[in-house]
């Protein structure tokens, strides 16, 4: 926004200067009679100047300078779920020299952002809402910082974890992809939904968790067959029915998910064939949060 520089300037006053008349006196008489004087009257004083308003030269700012131009919008998409405990700031930033700007400020914990483009070639940053500079750019100490030459598609999913973990997943990877790169998300058959699930934010994960669906009898097997347990850094999809369902997940001892729950429930909207959703999952047993998002 173009500034226009204050201007100041302060009223001056005339010095007055006073004429001053010497009183001139002359004496004569004689012995006999006392001497005579005479009195100069005093000139008239100078007529007085009229105050005049006198110019102070003003404090000098800096020219106003043009806001930086708009970053231009690249084709990749980021949404920067927040699975921190305290709110952040996602910022938009360029390469080479760096410019920034605001993404979306204040992403409360459990928030997701709208998708965001940041320039090409460019990235986006996170950092604790209010504080920390988006342009640095060594020893910067951000919460988490997209890849910059790495990654499929036109969606990522950037994760902010509050064990200090950032993982990146691609929402549309290419297809030979899925299955050997896991920041690939499954995609999802063209004659059914998907449901992907992230539970790599769990306390309880490490040693792996099955997934129920309410009114389904024993545990779900993971849509490709894998045999793998969901956790970690191993992201499953699930067959989803399309009118929506609940889902919990168990420990990786309880094979028939007949137990208590560790998470959950869940609950996921109606969804069209075709489609995926995206859970993700985080916390310790028992205060389980999560998140679902539609990826298509």
Same mark, same amino acid.
């Given at each position: 926004?173009?500034?226009?520089?204050?201007?100041?300037?302060?009223?001056?006053?005339?010095?007055?200067?006073?004429?001053?008349?010497?009183?001139?006196?002359?004496?004569?008489?004689?012995?006999?009679?006392?001497?005579?004087?005479?009195?100069?009257?005093?000139?008239?004083?100078?007529?007085?100047?009229?105050? =005049?308003?006198?110019?102070?030269?003003?404090?000098?700012?800096?020219?106003?300078? #043009?806001?930086?131009?708009?970053?231009?919008?690249?084709?990749? $998409?980021?949404?920067?779920?927040?699975?921190?405990?305290?709110? /952040?700031?996602? &910022?938009?930033? !360029?390469?080479?020299?760096?410019?920034?700007?605001?993404?979306?400020?204040?992403?409360?914990?459990?928030?997701?952002?709208?998708?965001?483009?940041?320039?090409?070639?460019?990235?986006?940053?996170?950092?604790?809402?209010?504080?920390?500079?988006?342009?640095? /750019? =060594?020893?910067?100490?951000?919460?988490?910082?997209?890849?910059?030459?790495?990654?499929?598609?036109?969606?990522?999913?950037?994760?902010?974890?509050?064990?200090? =973990?950032?993982?990146?997943? &691609? +929402?549309?990877?290419?297809?030979?992809?899925?299955?050997?790169?896991?920041?690939?998300?499954?995609?999802?058959?063209? =004659?059914?939904?998907?449901?992907?699930?992230?539970?790599?934010?769990?306390?309880?994960?490490?040693?792996?968790?099955?997934?129920?669906? #309410?009114?389904?009898?024993?545990?779900? +097997?993971?849509?490709?067959?894998?045999?793998?347990?969901?956790?970690?850094?191993?992201?499953?999809?699930? #067959?989803?029915?399309?009118? @929506? /369902? !609940?889902?919990?997940?168990?420990? $990786?001892?309880?094979?028939?998910?007949?137990?208590?729950?560790?998470?959950?429930?869940?609950?996921?909207?109606?969804?069209? /064939? @075709?489609?995926?959703?995206?859970?993700?999952? &985080?916390?310790?047993?028992?205060?389980?949060?999560?998140? +679902?998002?539609?990826?298509?």
């Amino acid at each position: 926004m173009r500034r226009s520089p204050a201007r100041r300037a302060a009223r001056g006053a005339s010095i007055l200067l006073l004429g001053l008349v010497a009183i001139a006196t002359s004496a004569c008489g004689s012995s006999s009679a006392p001497p005579a004087t005479t009195d100069t009257p005093a000139t008239g004083a100078p007529t007085m100047p009229v105050a =005049t308003d006198i110019p102070i030269a003003s404090a000098t700012e800096p020219p106003a300078t #043009e806001a930086p131009a708009p970053l231009v919008p690249g084709s990749i $998409a980021y949404r920067v779920v927040n699975e921190g405990t305290a709110a /952040v700031d996602v &910022w938009l930033r !360029t390469q080479g020299v760096v410019t920034a700007a605001a993404g979306q400020l204040g992403v409360v914990p459990g928030g997701v952002t709208t998708d965001l483009f940041p320039p090409e070639p460019g990235m986006v940053v996170v950092l604790p809402a209010g504080s920390g500079d988006p342009t640095c /750019v =060594t020893d910067c100490g951000f919460l988490a910082e997209s890849s910059t030459n790495f990654g499929e598609g036109g969606l990522r999913i950037l994760v902010v974890g509050a064990d200090g =973990t950032a993982p990146e997943f &691609w +929402a549309d990877p290419n297809p030979e992809s899925v299955g050997t790169i896991g920041n690939a998300l499954p995609l999802a058959d063209p =004659t059914g939904a998907l449901l992907v699930i992230d539970a790599g934010g769990m306390a309880d994960a490490k040693f792996g968790l099955n997934v129920s669906f #309410e009114g389904v009898n024993g545990c779900v +097997a993971d849509a490709a067959g894998s045999g793998l347990l969901l956790g970690g850094t191993t992201v499953l999809g699930y #067959e989803l029915p399309a009118d @929506g /369902v !609940t889902v919990f997940v168990h420990p $990786a001892s309880d094979r028939t998910c007949s137990g208590t729950a560790v998470g959950g429930p869940f609950p996921l909207d109606p969804v069209t /064939v @075709g489609m995926r959703s995206f859970l993700l999952l &985080w916390g310790p047993s028992g205060t389980v949060q999560g998140l +679902a998002m539609p990826l298509d």
